[in-house]
């Protein structure tokens, strides 16, 4: 299907201790969609995450993307990642460049682009974060919130065709997750294909085309918000979402 972004086909994560994080999941995630993925810790939420840019190989099953096969073993991963955009809970930006140098990084060294063309592209993008006044800053000057919008901004400047987010607002205080979750809902309503960990159920009610439950690795129930929310199928779902709620 030419709207199918990726095709998870039977993947299975075991890892070499023997831990099965992903059992078995099949999915199909659509382009321009918005896919929030919930579940207890420990179900493998962030390592089917990150089968998708392929920081984890699957032990076994096949991922395709937009119909290429992104786990065959001559793959080119290196080109596939500048494609995937992934935030992550702790931001993961260099200390020791400034906001502007973070996001000018990857553009000028893995896309080859002349200075001043990333510089301009990272104007933008620190304008459309909110942060453009911060551009001479080092991370350690910044608030948690800051970092992380300053990440997405980061993520952002490759021109991923997706947007992979792992609990991106776990890590900060109350006050300043509203302002992650504006830049992200914008994101959303920019048409910007994304898959988030997320606890913020206000965001998957509101943004969430799909939300997938996880349990023990395998996906156990996905469905609209509505569905999931006001008439889930499974109890592990229900206990999970009284949890959260
Ligand atoms: P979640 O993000 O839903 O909390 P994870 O995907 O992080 O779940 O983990 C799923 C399971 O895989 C857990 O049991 C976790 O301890 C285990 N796990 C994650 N990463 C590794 C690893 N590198 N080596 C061994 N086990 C791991
Ligand atoms: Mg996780």
Known sequence: ??????????????????????????????????????????SGKSTLLRTLNLMEKPTQGQILKSGENITDPHFKIEKHREHVG????????????????????????????????????????????????KKQHYPNQLSGGQKQRIAIARALSMHPE?????????????????????????LAESGMTMIVVTHEMGFAKAFADEIIVMDKGKVIEQGTPEAIFNNPKEIRTATFLKSVL
């Open 1 to 42: 299907m030419p709207n199918n972004l990726f095709e998870i086909k039977h993947v299975s994560k075991v890892f070499s201790d023997g831990t099965i994080a992903i059992d078995d999941v099949s999915l199909i995630l659509e382009k321009n969609k918005v896919y929030v993925i919930i579940g207890p810790s420990g």
């Open 86 to 133: 992934m935030v992550f809970q702790n931001f993961n930006l260099f200390p020791h460049m400034t906001v502007l140098d973070n996001i000018n990084s990857a553009q000028i060294h893995v896309l080859k682009r002349p200075l001043e063309e990333a510089t301009q592209n990272s104007l933008g993008l620190l304008e459309q974060v909110g942060l453009l006044e």
């Open 162 to 186: 997706v947007m992979l987010f792992d609990e991106p607002t776990s890590a900060l205080d109350p006050e300043m997750i509203g302002e992650v979750l504006t830049v992200m809902k914008k």
